[in-house]
């Protein structure tokens, strides 16, 4: 039974291992299980597993708000604990709603819903998470409804209006107190017969649901009553291995939330380090560091590959590997993020094609003297960065590009305490795979949101008012150009972008250039490489092409590429006659 459950979540007899994620589900989604309950709908198997050992483990939230941080603990008392292994959304829901609060909300049930609709997908039993000042606020105007109903038409029957109660106060309750409850609530709410019905039925619906239904979530629990000596235990490696399989058979968890889980087995501290690291290279920037990203980086410093290969992690010495690695891992992506802010000036990372592109750049870190850029590979380093940002070469087959740069270009220079950085090497590789040979427009048109902010010198940090959300926006409206049958490839151009605040955008309609930029500061347009002068359809043309030039000029510039450049055999040309 459900509340059997609840006690001993309760009493700390069922607990969450390490390796469960963080707890996902949202009101919708909870209210929506306990409509299903109501239904007499079975809620699938949870799976625990009871053991002795001694094992990192977290208690079930009571009251859990969206920044909760974990908080684990050892079973170093050898108690019998069970560990849930699958069903944690639903256990810790059922917790949230029946014991505790969900962002400072309890549940309350709409004690006269239950109407059945022609179509079983809708709601028929309706729970929501309120403040109580909320509901008092409904539960008056339900008052106000049916006295005013009264008023105008006396023998009219009154019309069914919401009634929310404490769902703890009616399983709290004995068949005595649930006479009781219902008693008051007629006179409180004025409730006619037929909805006093309704109200029993569903009080008593609702506790045979939480205390006697055994159908409603079945439990399988693994090494059940079992001796503690029993050489039929199962070990930790057996669960991780259970949990593996149930994960990938589910679905339930992505590849890098599974390694993570697996992580967290072998590696205790993990559970608490990873997400306070994330968390602080996240702060005051955009680039999106996630755990994706860190364990992509830990495996390629581990020397493991990129690839989220699960079974590397079923070998001890592997996570030695990685925890081995860990710090001057962490270092090398601390390096990097302050690189991008210092040197590069990007904080986001959709301007780089997507953080696999720095994947590289962190594995040069993690060998590099106290993992800095050396002051040498400053120039280098930062031309490799806008190399992969605009070609992207690792964006797409990530996973063996990513490792075959490290094991080819990477991993020799570090055997040989090498800390220089192979640019006419990362140049190459970048036209092998991606077909790019040359610093020109087309390469800019490749990556134009980090051109336009290059350009007008924005780095991508997220906006404190959603309004002056950054857009890509045409200076000459793209309908009008297509009313003069330009070609697409002539509209969408970096000839003809420029970045403005979101509502700016919507306000700009299909004005013409003239008109829409006829307040904009002289300084502004300049810096945009704007030539308003050049604002007349008859002389588009003529000003994307002068655009476009000056444009790539701008930001050859920008990253220290000009026509002397003598590391760009070959494949970089910097000849301007052929722009």
């Known amino acids: 039974m459900i509340s059997n459950l609840i006690t001993q979540i309760e009493n700390d007899e069922i607990v969450l291992p390490a390796i469960q994620r963080d707890f996902v589900w949202n009101e919708q989604r909870i209210t929506m299980m306990f409509d299903s309950i109501m239904r007499g709908y079975p809620l699938g198997i949870a799976l625990l597993w009871e053991t002795y050992l001694d094992i990192k483990y977290r208690e079930f939230d009571k009251d859990f708000h ?58 028929f039993y309706i729970f929501r998470f309120l403040e109580s000042s909320k509901v008092q606020e409904l539960n008056q105007k339900s008052i106000e409804h049916r006295i005013q ?28 107190g649930r006479l009781h409850l219902k008693n008051k609530w007629k006179e409180e709410y004025n409730l006619t017969e037929k909805e006093l019905l309704t109200v029993e039925l569903n009080m008593n619906k609702l506790v045979h649901s939480i205390t006697n239904d055994s159908n409603i979530l079945k439990i399988s629990t693994i090494d059940e ?18 949990f593996v399989r149930i994960n990938r058979q589910g679905i339930a968890l992505s590849r890098s939330d599974l390694i993570f889980s697996m ?71 601390r390096s990097l993020v302050d690189f991008m802010m210092d040197d590069l000036n990007i904080l986001n990372s959709g301007l780089i094609g997507g953080n696999l592109n720095l994947i590289p750049i962190v594995y040069y870190l993690s060998y590099t003297k106290d993992n800095l850029v050396p002051n040498s590979e400053i120039g280098n380093l930062k031309k490799a960065l806008y190399i992969f940002s605009f070609t992207k070469p690792f964006s797409r087959y990530g996973d063996s590009r990513i490792g075959k740069f490290i094991r080819e270009e ?41 051109t336009l902010h290059l350009l007008q010198g924005m780095q991508g940090t997220k906006v404190k008012y959603k309004k002056n959300s950054p857009e890509i926006d045409h200076i000459f409206p793209k309908s009008t150009l297509r009313e003069k049958e330009y070609e697409w490839s002539e509209i969408d151009t970096i000839g003809n972008f420029w970045i403005l605040a979101k509502t700016k955008n919507q306000n700009k309609s299909n004005k013409h250039p003239k008109e829409y930029f006829a307040d904009v500061d002289d300084a502004i347009l300049e810096k945009s490489l704007i030539d308003k002068t050049l604002f007349d359809f008859s002389k588009y043309k003529t000003f994307i092409v002068k655009r476009e030039n000056e444009i790539l000029l701008k930001i050859k510039k920008n990253i220290n590429i000009d026509n002397n450049e003598i590391d760009f055999p070959e494949i970089w040309e910097t000849d301007d006659d052929s722009e």
């Open 66 to 123: 969206k920044e909760t941080k974990y908080s684990f603990r050892d079973n170093d008392q050898k108690r019998r604990i069970k560990l849930v292994l699958d069903g944690q959304q639903r256990l810790q829901s059922l917790y949230l709603a029946l014991e505790g609060t969900l962002d400072g909300k309890r549940i309350y049930f709409d004690i006269l819903s239950g109407k059945k609709a022609d179509d079983f997908r809708e709601v």
């Open 149 to 176: 109903e009264e008023t105008e038409e006396e023998e009219k029957d009154i019309e069914d209006t919401s009634i929310f109660v404490s769902l703890k106060e009616i399983l709290n309750s004995s068949p005595e």
């Open 225 to 242: 009553n079992k001796s503690r000596e029993s050489q039929d235990r199962k070990t930790e490696s057996d669960i991780l291995e259970a």
């Open 263 to 333: 992580l967290k087995l072998n590696w205790k501290e993990s559970a608490e380090e990873l997400p306070e690291f994330i968390k602080e290279m996240n702060d005051g920037n955009n680039l999106g560091i996630d755990i994706d990203f860190v364990i992509r980086s830990l495996f390629a410093v581990s020397n493991m590959g990129s690839k989220f290969d699960v079974d590397l992690l079923r070998k001890h010495s592997n996570v030695n590997k990685v925890k081995s690695n860990y710090e001057r891992t962490c270092n090398a992506i």
């Open 410 to 450: 990477l991993k020799p220079l570090a055997a040989k305490n090498d800390n220089s950085f192979p640019l006419d090497n990362s140049i190459y590789w970048a036209n092998y795979w991606e077909g790019y040979n040359r610093f020109d427009v087309k390469l800019l048109q490749r990556n134009r949101h980090l």
